[in-house]
Each structure stands twice: as C-alpha cells, then as structure tokens.
C-alpha cells in the first residue's frame, strides 16, 4: 500500500534554533516529492524535488530527496515564531494518472 | 491571476441536508483534486477530476458523496444526508496539464463544513 510517513508529529522549538523535519514514503511510480506549509488556512507551496541529492533552498529553508532510501528532509534555520505552522509531505505516483499521497504533517511551534 | 478559490469558507448543516462545496481552479488549470482534512490530520484525498471526466475517485466514500467538474462552471462536491462525521475542512486543488514536468497542485483556502 502507498503510504508517506512524517515525523516527528509535533515539535516545539524556540526561536533561532534549527529543525529538521522528516519525511519516508513507499509509492510506487513515484514522480516528485513536495513540501508544503499550512498555517489555518490553504497549504502553501515551498519546494519540489524529483531528483536525489540535489538541494532546493529558499531563504532559511532548504530541502533535499534520497530516493534510494526514500526519503526527504525539510530543514529550517533561524527559525521564527512566523515558521509556525504545519509542514506536509505529499508524494506524487505516476499511474496512468496522477495521485498525491500526503503524510499527516509535523506540526511545528516556534516560541519566542 | 486569481488563485483555486473555493465557497462557501464556512458551511453549517444540520443532520440529513445537503452539503455543496464550490471549487473555482486557477485559470488555465484543468485538473482539480479535493481532499479532506480531520482536525490534527493530513490531507486525505478523495477525487481527482478534469473537465467532464472523474478520473480517480478512489478516496470517497460510496454512499452519499458525489463530485463533478462540468465543462462550464466550478467543481462541485456534493454531499447528501451529512451526518456529524462528516465535519471536516475539504480542499481543494488544481494543477495544469499532468503531463507538464512541474505538476505542483495548488490549494484554495478550504470549507469548513460543521454538521449539527
């Protein structure tokens, strides 16, 4: 069965500290690896990644893709009370369609 | 550019109504996906469409759940008989051709549906 896995499910972190967030998956015909940031209202897209090793950076998030090993990691620096928010990991399969599974998001807080 | 604009933003039913969630993808888009989202849980997906054509509605349920996306007008997800456990935040996404290199779906900001 096609499944993503994040963990961990919730941190609390205070500002200035770094996080990494992890995301394994098991999808088979699989496509492309994105990231999202949900704050109360519509996910925001941040990176997508389809090949291993190569690093996607924004600012003070950054992201890589080990697709031997199936997995992704997020990593946020600095971090602010704003990184508040849910980070979800969806990954994109290729059948004869498309299909995203997401994972069930690492809620993260940011605390002065 | 307008984005994926979904209404109503808040949707209160009472037991055995009818639900109708509107889903506007963003211009040039014809793919549109609709997930739901329980309180402390990830997006679940339910269907996927593209004008006229459900492609993939593996994710919702049987019974009392219904999508479409005519060739003029929104996407409608259409929920009969609500009961309380259908209480949830449904999004919805678009996403231009799939066979584009960068298929990234993009999400309206969701309805919150509350079943009395």
């Known amino acids: 069965e096609d499944k993503v896995v994040q963990s961990p499910l919730s941190l609390v972190v205070h500002e200035g500290d770094t996080v990494t967030l992890n995301c394994s998956y098991e999808?088979?015909?699989?496509?492309?690896l994105l990231w999202y940031k949900q704050e109360k209202k519509a996910p925001t897209f941040l990176f997508m990644l389809?090949?291993?090793?190569i690093e996607k950076k924004s600012g003070r998030l950054s992201s890589i893709l080990d697709k031997k090993e199936l997995f992704s990691i997020l990593n946020i620096t600095a971090t602010q009370t704003g990184d508040s928010a849910v980070y979800l990991c969806?990954?994109?399969?290729?059948?004869?369609?498309?299909?995203?599974?997401f994972g069930s998001g690492t809620k993260l807080n940011v605390k002065p | 550019n307008a984005g994926v604009m979904q209404n109503p933003r808040h949707l209160v039913r009472r037991r055995g109504q009818e639900a109708r969630l509107r889903c506007s993808p963003m211009?040039?888009?014809?793919?549109v996906y609709w997930y739901r989202q329980l309180p402390e849980e990830g997006l679940k997906f339910m269907v996927y469409?593209?004008?006229?054509?459900?492609?993939?509605e593996s994710g919702m349920p049987k019974e009392r759940f219904s999508a479409e996306f005519p060739k003029e007008g929104p996407s409608i997800l259409r929920i009969q008989q609500v009961v309380r456990g259908d209480s949830a935040a449904y999004f919805c996404?678009?996403?231009?051709?799939?066979?584009?290199?960068?298929?990234?779906?993009?999400f309206g900001a969701g309805t919150r549906l509350s079943v009395l």
């Open positions: 996404a678009s996403s231009p051709r799939a066979d584009v290199a960068k298929n990234i779906q993009y």
């Open positions: 999808v088979t015909n699989f496509r492309s």
């Open positions: 389809t090949s291993s090793g």
């Open positions: 969806a990954v994109e399969g290729l059948y004869n369609f498309n299909k995203f599974y």
């Open positions: 469409l593209q004008k006229e054509n459900i492609i993939d």
């Open positions: 211009k040039g888009h014809s793919h």
